[in-house]
């Protein structure tokens, strides 16, 4: 019960941040960041964000996984380590659809770099 609280403090705390800073390792062993809007949070504290296919970060996460995720917003803060993966499912990109990004993505939600 006790690990239940946690895990619902923790996703009620996540769903409270619209952005987030996804450090990633570059292949000279830098660390890069960069803000990312929070497209979902899953009910396993999964964080979900669209990315473009060729950026930088993309070819980093290929070469290696493991990220940081901070989130930050006036006093309160999260950080996160674990595992990136790209998922290129049409129908998630279609449900998580933002006006918004398209001004990375010009071809909308059916924008092939999308991801």
Same mark, same amino acid.
């Given at each position: 019960?006790?690990e !239940?609280?946690?895990?619902?403090?923790?996703?009620?705390l996540l769903?409270e941040?619209?952005?987030?800073?996804?450090?990633?390792?570059a292949? !000279?062993? !830098? &660390?890069?960041?960069?803000?990312l809007?929070?497209?979902?949070?899953?009910?396993?504290?999964? &964080?979900? +964000?669209?990315?473009? &296919? !060729?950026?930088?970060?993309?070819?980093?996460?290929?070469?290696?996984?493991?990220?940081?995720?901070?989130?930050?917003?006036?006093?309160?803060?999260?950080?996160?380590?674990?595992?990136?993966r790209?998922?290129?499912?049409?129908?998630?990109?279609?449900?998580l659809?933002?006006?918004?990004?398209?001004?990375? +993505?010009?071809?909308?939600?059916d924008?092939?770099s999308?991801?």
């Open positions: 019960r006790r !239940d609280d946690r895990r619902e403090h923790l996703l009620s769903r941040f619209r952005t987030a800073m996804l450090v990633t390792h292949e !000279d062993g !830098d &660390l890069r960041s960069r803000p809007e929070v497209a979902e949070v899953r009910e396993d504290a999964t &964080l979900v +964000f669209a990315t473009g &296919l !060729d950026t930088p970060k993309v070819a980093e996460l290929e070469d290696d996984a493991r990220v940081n995720v901070v989130l930050q917003d006036g006093k309160r803060f999260l950080s996160l380590s674990g595992r990136a790209l998922v290129r499912e049409r129908g998630m990109i279609e449900r659809w933002s006006e918004p990004w398209r001004v990375w +993505f010009p071809g909308g939600k924008d092939p999308l991801v």
